[in-house]
């Protein structure tokens, strides 16, 4: 069993920036991909970002690239999105996941999912 806690929401302005953290923890820990998705009020989740877990290759939705960096500590099996020139648009709760194999945006190859941290970004 793998859990997943979310960490780093909160309120922010436009413009501004945050840091979102999952730690995972489990005997049976032992991810291919990490991703983060987002869910707004009454729109689907959706992707944003994920990281292989030995290599480090990156993917991003259209949508952040150049604004989010995922990354990912594996001696502490924690991954990051920071979060820069936040919209309010990027209003939404973040979900951390992981996934056995090499995946990419779709949702339903992920496994393990966490709670949810919410993000607000005012105008």
């Known amino acids: 069993q793998v859990q997943l806690v979310e960490s780093g929401g909160g309120l922010v302005q436009a413009g501004g920036s945050l840091r979102l953290s999952c730690a995972a923890s489990?005997?049976?820990?032992?991810?291919?991909?990490m991703g983060w998705f987002r869910q707004a009020p009454g729109k689907e989740r959706e992707f944003v970002a994920r990281?292989?877990?030995?290599?480090?290759?990156?993917y991003y939705a259209d949508s952040v690239k150049g604004r989010f960096t995922i990354s990912r500590d594996s001696a502490k099996n924690t991954v990051y999105l920071q979060m820069n020139s936040l919209k309010p648009e990027d209003t939404a709760v973040y979900y951390c996941?992981?996934?056995?194999?090499?995946?990419?945006?779709?949702?339903?190859?992920?496994?393990?999912w966490g709670q949810g941290t919410q993000v607000t970004v005012s105008s």
């Open positions: 996941a992981s996934a056995r194999y090499i995946t990419y945006a779709t949702a339903g190859t992920y496994d393990s």
């Open positions: 489990g005997h049976t820990f032992s991810p291919s991909t």
């Open positions: 990281i292989t877990w030995s290599s480090g290759s990156t």
